[in-house]
């Protein structure tokens, strides 16, 4: 099976696999596909660097799990797509070419993980995955609700991607960690309860796990993962910082019950605009991309 696209060299790529530690496309079970789309960014800049920056922070990144109590990529492989320019003048143009490259990767039967980028890439990264699968679910963590029909005049903005997304009238949306919504997108929201559930960042004291992916059980689940989602004290590498963010192991323990009740199928980490100098947003960035990979394939109960 030939890769529908070039890739990078295994030393460069996401982990940095090189020698027996690196697979051929058709053996991989993952691709990671690096799509740095800026164009509605619309307070801080900087998401065109985010898939080169998780990328070379990968290369620290430990690949011992110890959660499952091995290298976990052994279990299913993964390649890494050559990352190229991305014309952000035109996000339609350049939402189509990424639904190209995902429709190749699932078509192939592989797991996209694609790495923006604004958050505007996933209405174009996820629409394979509504032709595939009749009861896909979306599990999105941000702080922002991104419920807006377009913003600053663009139908595509990275502040309505999930919007977008909900165009497609069988989506079914669970948004976690939102703290942040404009009047504008409530009627929206209120005329979709039976399609959208949202728990609120202020409550995360209170969330309760088993609640939160109960609409998920058996299904499948597409996930979407805005940076800014995370408090600002862990992620302050992202062009729109909100107050009263979540952490590390509320992500985490989200991400495992998932994968427990239901099936991850693909997955989208976007809004990282790097800081010069500044390592530590971007290896979180990194281990969480191999932490919902590892997830994806494997059962931490092994």
Same mark, same amino acid.
């Given at each position: 099976?030939?890769?529908?696209?070039?890739?990078?060299?295994?030393? $460069?790529?996401? /982990?940095? /696999?090189?020698?027996?530690?690196?697979?051929?496309?058709?053996?991989?079970?993952?691709?990671?596909i690096p799509f740095g789309l800026e @164009? *509605?960014? *619309? !307070?801080?800049? @900087?998401?065109?660097?985010?898939?080169?920056?998780?990328?070379?922070a990968s290369h620290q990144v430990e690949l011992f799990d110890e959660e499952f109590w091995c290298e976990a990529f052994r279990? !299913?492989?993964?390649?890494?797509?050559a990352e190229k320019a991305v014309d952000g003048a035109n996000i339609e143009n350049a939402l189509a070419e990424l639904q190209s490259l995902t429709e190749a990767v699932l078509r192939d039967n592989k797991f996209p993980l694609v790495f923006g980028g604004e958050h505007s890439i996933?209405?174009?990264?996820? $629409?394979?995955? /509504?032709?595939?699968?009749?009861?896909?679910?979306?599990?999105?963590?941000?702080?922002?609700?991104?419920? $807006?029909? @377009? !913003?600053d005049g663009e139908h595509y903005s990275h502040a309505a991607a999930l919007r977008r997304v909900l165009d497609h009238p069988t989506v079914e949306l669970v948004s976690v960690g939102i703290r942040n919504i404009s009047a504008e997108e409530i009627p929206f929201l209120e005329q979709n309860k039976n399609r959208i559930t949202i728990h609120w960042g202020k409550d995360r004291e209170t969330w309760d796990i088993d609640e939160i992916v109960k609409p998920l059980k058996n299904r499948n689940i597409y996930l979407t993962f805005d940076l800014d989602g995370?408090?600002?004290?862990?992620?302050?590498a992202t062009g729109t910082p909100e107050p009263g963010g979540f952490y590390w192991?509320?992500?985490?323990?989200?991400?495992?019950?998932?994968?427990?009740?239901?099936?991850?199928?693909?997955?989208?980490?976007?809004?990282?605009?790097?800081?010069?100098?500044?390592?530590?947003?971007?290896f979180l960035a990194a281990k969480l991309a191999y932490k919902i990979l590892n997830y994806a394939h494997l059962k931490s109960d092994r």
């Open positions: 099976m030939k890769a529908p696209f070039d890739l990078m060299e295994p030393e $460069r790529a996401f /982990l940095a /696999l090189e020698g027996e530690d690196a697979v051929s496309y058709h053996d991989a079970g993952a691709v990671i @164009g *509605s960014v *619309s !307070y801080g800049g @900087g998401t065109a660097l985010g898939p080169g920056a998780m990328i070379k279990e !299913y492989g993964i390649v890494t797509m996933t209405p174009g990264a996820i $629409r394979p995955f /509504l032709d595939r699968f009749d009861d896909l679910i979306v599990l999105h963590f941000d702080a922002h609700a991104d419920l $807006r029909d @377009g !913003y995370f408090d600002g004290s862990v992620m302050p192991n509320d992500a985490i323990k989200i991400i495992k019950a998932a994968s427990s009740v239901g099936k991850i199928v693909g997955a989208d980490i976007n809004e990282l605009a790097p800081i010069e100098n500044f390592h530590a947003p971007d």
